[in-house]
C-alpha cells in the first residue's frame, strides 16, 4: 500500500531528522544491511512504485528510471548552481525508502544524439 507523498522532515543542526518511516528503514537495514530496496519498502509500507512517483513529480528532475546493476534508480536532475543541488538532493534524500545517493556532474557536454529508431 503506498502511502501519499510528505512534507520533509525538520532540519535540525546536523541535517535532516529521519521522521518515522526513515526510523523503520534503518531498523530494516540494522537487521539485514543487504536487504533489497523493493523489500524495504514492502517492510515499511511503501512501494517502490511510490518511491518513483514521488521523484518523477519534481520538477527539476527530468527523468527516472529502473535500472540494473550498480543502481535501483537513475535520475537526472538540472541545477541553475551547487546550491540548488544540494537542495534538491535533500529533497531527494528525504524520500522513503531512499538508502543512498550518489552525484555525478556533467563536466561538458561531448555528444548528445536522439536518433532512436528513426533514421
Known amino acids: 500500500?503506498?502511502?501519499?507523498?510528505?512534507?520533509?522532515?525538520?532540519?535540525?543542526?546536523?541535517?535532516?531528522v529521519p521522521d518515522d518511516i526513515s526510523k523503520q528503514i534503518i531498523e530494516q537495514l540494522q537487521q539485514d544491511g543487504r536487504r533489497s530496496y523493493a523489500a524495504i519498502g514492502k517492510a515499511v509500507g511503501l512501494s517502490e512504485a511510490a518511491v518513483l512517483l514521488q521523484l518523477a513529480d519534481m520538477d527539476e528532475i527530468d527523468y527516472v528510471v529502473?535500472?540494473?546493476g550498480s543502481f535501483d534508480v537513475l535520475a537526472?536532475?538540472?541545477?541553475?548552481?551547487?546550491?540548488?543541488?544540494l537542495e534538491i538532493l535533500g529533497?531527494?534524500?528525504?524520500?522513503?525508502c531512499v538508502t543512498?545517493?550518489?552525484t555525478f556532474v556533467y563536466?561538458?557536454?561531448r555528444k548528445q544524439t536522439y536518433s532512436w529508431g528513426t533514421r
Open 66 to 68: 529502473i535500472t540494473a
Open 76 to 85: 537526472e536532475v538540472v541545477c541553475e548552481d551547487d546550491d540548488q543541488l
Open 1 to 16: 500500500m503506498a502511502r501519499s507523498p510528505r512534507a520533509l522532515p525538520a532540519q535540525g543542526p546536523g541535517g535532516v
Open 100 to 102: 543512498s545517493t550518489e
Open 91 to 96: 529533497r531527494v534524500r528525504a524520500v522513503p
Open 107 to 109: 563536466l561538458k557536454l
